[in-house]
């Protein structure tokens, strides 16, 4: 089995910046296979419905959704088996809970619990 946990969330100003973790753990084959994985970070706000902010596989990442683009970058460190979300010019309408997901096509689609993200000042 695989466990997915997000992480680094809290209260930040507007214009402030965050970096959130996506920290993936599992067996074996997991951790060798790590690097094939693709990576999605989502998040969902009250009342909203979830929205992908963009995605990594083995290269760059992609599909940064348009409120995000140019403000977030995704990376991810495959020896610590986790991806991050730096976050940067924060808004109020950035309030979210921020979610990742780990899968491969055979292999299973896994999901953290999510990481509260709040701007406000």
């Known amino acids: 089995q695989v466990q997915v946990v997000e992480s680094g969330g809290g209260l930040v100003q507007p214009g402030g910046s965050l970096r959130l973790s996506c920290a993936a753990s599992?067996?074996?084959?997991?951790?060798?296979?790590?690097?094939?994985?693709?990576i999605k970070w989502y998040r969902q706000a009250p009342g909203k419905q979830r929205e992908l902010l963009g995605a990594i596989s083995g290269g760059e990442p992609t599909n940064y959704a348009d409120d995000v683009k140019g403000r977030f970058i995704i990376s991810r460190d495959n020896d610590k088996n986790t991806v991050y979300l730096r976050m940067n010019s924060l808004k109020p309408e950035d309030t979210a809970v921020y979610l990742c997901n780990v899968a491969r096509v055979g292999a299973g689609d896994f999901w953290g619990q999510g990481t509260q993200v709040t701007v406000s000042s």
């Open positions: 599992g067996n074996t084959f997991f951790i060798y296979a790590f690097s094939s994985f693709t």
